[in-house]
């Protein structure tokens, strides 16, 4: 089961770190844009529309990452002082109540969105001869389909966490930098009894404001 969790995690990862080069192509469109504009005064209608597409393609794609990286929003004030059980009860009655009807929704909507796009050819009509819009619907279904997938995860993870206790591993992407170790460990007017105290006093810190995280345990108070 952890390996089957990690491995959705790894897809994820993978389609959000795809996804994200759509940053560049949309950087060069609006670049292009604003030199036809100012440069040559002739803008272009078609990079307008494509760059509002890849806007949301990025938007939408990400959305699993976000989800398997515990990145989306969340009101932390009570969520953070819970216990893992407490947490993993709390999430699972919001994924099952809201999350699978509302994704599975939009799956099953973007699906017909997409297939009565393709049927029709159409194409944007803020612009005449607009580019197409099938190729942009079509996105719709297919990120949901990921995040409706890492959502089960995510509901597996909450029912491994009433069993245990503890959140299950889940794959971290990128480390977080400890800045403070970074800097003490350069300092030549602290000693070291300090240095190592300071930067036990902030892991702790960290570990209490991401407490919500899957990998974080309950912290331990003396």
Request: glycine share 6%; with cysteine; net charge negative.
């Amino acid at each position: 089961m952890d390996k089957f969790m990690l491995r959705v995690d790894e897809i994820s990862t993978f389609v959000g770190k795809a996804a994200a080069w759509l940053v560049v192509l949309l950087m060069l469109m609006v670049f292009t844009d604003v030199v036809r504009r100012y440069a040559f005064n002739s803008p272009s209608a078609w990079i307008g529309e494509l760059s509002v597409m890849a806007y949301g393609t990025l938007f939408m794609m990400c959305g699993a990452y976000t989800l398997a990286q515990n990145g989306h929003v969340r009101g932390d004030f009570l969520y953070g002082s819970m216990k893992p059980r407490t947490q993993a009860t709390l999430d699972l009655i919001l994924y099952i109540t809201f999350f699978l009807p509302g994704i599975t929704a939009l799956v099953y909507a973007g699906y017909t969105y997409a297939a009565e796009s393709w049927r029709i050819g159409e194409h944007t009509t803020q612009i005449a001869n607009g580019p197409p819009l099938y190729p942009f619907k079509t996105i719709i279904p297919i990120a949901g389909a990921f995040v409706l997938l890492q959502g089960i995860v995510e509901i597996m993870r909450c029912v491994i966490c009433l069993k245990t206790g503890e959140w299950p591993e889940r794959l971290k992407d990128a480390a977080e930098i400890d800045v403070v170790e970074q800097q003490l460990a350069a300092s030549t007017h602290v000693d070291d009894e300090s240095r190592q105290q300071a930067i036990k006093n902030a892991k702790s810190i960290d570990e209490a404001a991401h407490h919500r995280i899957g990998q974080t345990k309950e912290i331990n108070h003396e």
